[in-house]
Nanobody
Framework: QVQLVESGGGLVQAGGSLRLSCAAS????????MGWFRHIPGEEREFVAT????????QYADSVKGRFTISRDNAKNTMYLQMNSLKPEDTAVYYC?????????????????WGQGTQVTVSS
């Protein structure tokens, strides 16, 4: 069992930055692939970024590539999402997730554990 808690969401103007954190507890953090997804009401939960156990391999959705950076600190059991050049269309609830290291990590079904979400609102 893994417990995940997101933090760092908030209200920011377009062009601004936010840094989300995902703190993990429970089973060994380093065993898991980690990911960020986001959800807009009325739409499917959308893949944002994923990172492998070592942090050496990352993948991003086209919509955030070049603006967002995913990272992890295994010593602190924490994953991060640095979001720069934010746009109003980035407004959503952001979720962190943990899943099997063998999965690719771009689908919600690749993950077994989810946080409660943190709201990000970007004003124009």
């Amino acid at each position: 069992q893994v417990q995940l808690v997101e933090s760092g969401g908030g209200l920011v103007q377009a062009g601004g930055s936010l840094r989300l954190s995902c703190a993990a507890s429970g089973r060994t953090f380093i065993l898991y692939r980690m990911g960020w997804f986001r959800h807009i009401p009325g739409e499917e939960r959308e893949f944002v970024a994923t990172i492998n156990w070592s942090g050496e391999s990352t993948q991003y959705a086209d919509s955030v590539k070049g603006r967002f950076t995913i990272s992890r600190d295994n010593a602190k059991n924490t994953m991060y999402l640095q979001m720069n050049s934010l746009k109003p269309e980035d407004t959503a609830v952001y979720y962190c997730a943990a899943g099997s290291a063998t999965k690719v990590g771009v689908r919600t079904n690749d993950y077994d554990y989810w946080g409660q979400g943190t709201q990000v609102t970007v004003s124009s």
